[in-house]
């Protein structure tokens, strides 16, 4: 890959990752990866369960050391410790008795990390509320975080990370257990965070179609290894059949795209629909 | 008037030097456990409070059997109960519940043998009762300073972890990735929990202890939904049964069967379970009047189709 421009130099560049594999107890989970993302874009990083999205975020965020490959944050090699890098993982399931409000897990983003028991400021409270009302969370700002919805907790979350003022905000799985509106919501204000907020969203997604309308670039993994570009340039029948190593068929249908695996694959599959087993009784 | 007060607090009940070291030992005792057990019970990690008991039940009665102070065997074992725990992990207890089970078993079944050996050389089978079900009357003054220093160092422990304590029981991976030493903070947890447990092992007992770590914590989470709150409930109910368990305790020297007087374990453990009782009770009342309001204000909606009609609930 040749870089027009020196790494972190151009055009509001955030994150590059060349290279990058990553050996696992003798198993390569990520391949050869590599993509950039920059400010005031938001990425799709698309695949299906096990593709190694989850890894990729572990080596983000510096919790997994690449075997080969560069990590680069704003052009210099990660640092352990960076609030620069907001991330909300994937569904939390909370205990419905954690003392603790909308409101305070969103102030424990600012200065969860310190030491010492925090003295409650003016100025803490009106970040906090500023944070709520961008992610529109007033209305349960009060309730306790374990008894939140799923959307409720996932925009708490976003707020949560927003607010130490992040240039890179990592979102794993953001969309799954969500009703249809509550994903709506979600996408729409992570796609006004990207603009508004100048930063860097990296979605992680096993269904693309719902980040379609905010999607500026996808990267598109499959088995440990990634293609990225515009949604144009990578969701296309020769690029995702280079990367699954067999045939696949993209296919339009009313604005939607469907990655269809080609034929070797559903006769694969086939042996493993449930006939063979007959349910016996009422067990 | 007096003779009410006469008649709740027993003749010499504040002249008594038991009662007084029981007050203040007791009282700090609680405090410590209150705090403590707050981030136990939202860590998860009650079975993990629970066994660094039994392990101090070890320590207790081999430090009698040696004529060493119990506390320091308690501590001791403790800590070093921890120390392993936090080698094995109990981050999956289901995994580890029978590796568990049988250290745990063996443990107090080497305490049994202590005792044993102690008892009968010495035949004060009162020690048995001590070391297990504890007994705040026999606490010598002198041990006052002792209980501060621990108390202290505890307490220093967790206002030192407050935040990345509630983060990483929200997230271990959210805290990870903010840079929390969250395995530092996880040993030193348990180090803070090891000291709350040794010294309520002396207070209430070893079997006991437990009890005021999860009981008052347990019962403030039901209280209040903010953490710094939460804490301030633990540390109160954790005071007011404390103290209330030694006053019936003294009173009881004047009741049937016998003025021999009832243990003030059973009575701090008792009142525990009645306090959390209470307030199950008024947290399951509190949110059956929220449902019903918020029941009521869609009905209003739906209705009559006026947005003036339903308060801002919040509860969707």
Redesign the interface.
């Given at each position: 890959m040749n870089e027009p421009f020196p790494p972190g130099a151009g055009r509001g560049e955030i994150l590059s990752l060349d290279g990058v594999s990553l050996w696992l107890s003798g198993r390569e989970i990520l391949h050869d990866v590599g993509f950039r993302l920059h400010a005031g874009e938001l990425t799709g990083l698309i695949g299906s369960n096990g593709a190694g999205k989850t890894t990729i975020f572990r080596v983000i965020l510096g919790l997994e050391t690449p075997s080969a490959g560069s990590v680069l944050f704003a052009g210099h090699p990660r640092a352990r410790r960076n609030r620069s890098i907001g991330y909300v993982p994937q569904s939390l399931s909370l205990d419905p008795d954690m003392p603790l409000r909308a409101r305070d897990l969103v102030a424990l983003g600012l200065d969860g990390d310190r030491f010492g028991i925090p003295f409650p400021t003016r100025s803490r409270r009106q970040l906090v509320d500023e944070m709520l009302e961008a992610v529109d969370a007033q209305g349960f700002a009060e309730s306790r975080v374990g008894k939140l919805s799923g959307g409720e907790l996932q925009r708490t979350l976003i707020a949560h990370a927003l607010i130490a003022k992040p240039r890179l905000l990592l979102l794993d799985e953001p969309l799954a257990n969500l009703d249809i509106r509550s994903e709506q919501e979600v996408v729409g204000l992570l796609g006004r965070i990207a603009k508004e907020q100048q930063i860097a969203v990296l979605i992680s997604a096993h269904e693309m179609n719902p980040l379609l309308p905010v999607m500026d670039r996808v990267v598109y993994v499959a088995s440990g290894r990634a293609a990225s570009g515009s949604t144009e340039e990578v969701v296309r029948e020769d690029v995702l059949s280079a990367l699954y190593g067999h045939h696949v068929d993209v296919l339009h249908v009313h604005g939607r795209i469907l990655v269809v695996a080609g034929k070797d694959e559903v006769h694969h599959a086939e042996p493993e629909s449930a006939h063979t087993v007959a349910p016996r009784g009422l067990g | 008037m007096s003779a009410i007060l006469n008649g709740v607090f027993e003749p010499g009940f504040f002249a008594s030097e038991p009662v007084r070291v029981a007050v203040v030992v007791g009282g700090a005792v609680a405090l410590v456990s209150a705090v403590v057990g707050?981030f136990t019970?939202?860590r998860?990690q009650s079975f993990a409070g629970h066994s660094l008991g039994d392990l101090g039940t070890t320590g207790g009665s081999g430090a009698f059997l040696v004529r060493a102070n119990p506390l320091w065997g308690f501590v001791v074992f403790a800590i070093l109960g921890a120390g392993a725990m936090e080698l094995f992990g109990t981050r999956r207890p289901r995994a580890r519940d029978m590796a568990t089970g049988i250290v745990l078993g063996a443990g107090l079944g080497i305490a049994a043998l202590f005792l044993y050996l102690g008892t009968t050389e010495s035949s004060t089978t009162g020690a048995t009762v001590t070391i297990l079900f504890g007994s705040m009357f026999v606490i010598r003054a002198s041990m006052i300073p002792v209980f501060a220093l621990l108390s202290v160092l505890a307490l220093a422990i967790v206002?030192?972890?407050?935040?990345?304590l509630?983060?990483s029981?929200?997230?271990e991976?959210?805290?990870?990735?903010?840079?929390?030493p969250v395995r530092v903070v996880g040993v030193l947890y348990l180090l803070a929990m090891a000291v709350a447990v040794s010294l309520s092992c002396v207070t209430i007992g070893a079997i006991l202890s437990t009890a005021v770590l999860i009981g008052p914590a347990?019962a403030?989470?039901?209280l209040?939904?903010?953490?710094g709150?939460?804490i301030a409930w633990a540390v109160v109910i954790g005071l007011a049964v404390t103290w209330l368990g030694i006053l019936l305790a003294y009173d009881s020297y004047y009741w049937p069967p016998t003025g021999r007087g009832w243990p003030v374990s059973f009575f701090v453990v008792a009142l525990i379970l009645v306090v959390y009782l209470l307030a199950d009770l008024a947290s399951r009342n509190k949110e059956r009047r929220a449902g019903a309001r918020a029941l009521a204000a869609s009905k209003g909606l739906s209705g009559r189709a006026r947005p003036s009609e339903s308060p801002?609930m919040?509860?969707?």
């Open positions: - | 707050v019970v939202i998860g206002a030192l972890l407050y935040r990345p509630l983060l029981a929200v997230s991976d959210i805290a990870h990735a903010r840079g929390v347990a403030a989470l039901r209040t939904k903010r953490p709150l939460a801002a919040g509860a969707g």
